[in-house]
């Protein structure tokens, strides 16, 4: 069983990314999503999670009104679209899948995680 990130990279203040997480090997309708990010020198932290039906959100409120995470059930993939984009959201970001009702930042709920992927925002 894994998850894998994708859709990383440079971007400049201002601008758009959009991280895509792929499952496989576990029961995705059953399990709660969400991703994490750690920046150079800084503890990882949560950043937003979406319950195994896509009822209940959670975000950041370093990130909220600027992010937005969604989930397909149907293809096992979960994305986090991330707008607005500012310097201080550069970091290494993580998808993370725990079979749990519950969304939200404690990493305790997670069994799987990905290897992460780099967001850089600079000019």
């Known amino acids: 069983a894994q998850v894998v990130e994708s859709g990383g990279g440079l971007v400049q203040p201002g601008g758009s990314l959009r991280l895509s997480c792929v499952a496989s090997?576990?029961?995705?309708?059953?399990?709660?999503m969400g991703w994490f990010r750690q920046a150079p020198g800084k503890k990882r932290e949560g950043v937003s999670f979406?319950?195994?039906?896509?009822?209940?959100?959670y975000y950041s409120d370093s990130v909220k009104g600027r992010f937005t995470i969604s989930k397909n059930n149907a293809n096992n993939t979960a994305w986090l679209q991330m707008n607005s984009l500012k310097p201080e959201d550069t970091a290494v970001y993580y998808c993370?899948?725990?079979?749990?009702?519950?969304?939200?930042?404690?990493?305790?709920?997670?069994?799987?995680w990905g290897q992460g992927t780099q967001v850089t925002v600079s000019s």
């Open positions: 979406i319950s195994p039906k896509n009822n209940v959100n």
């Open positions: 993370a899948a725990g079979p749990t009702l519950v969304a939200g930042p404690w990493e305790g709920l997670y069994d799987y």
């Open positions: 090997g576990f029961s995705f309708e059953d399990h709660s």
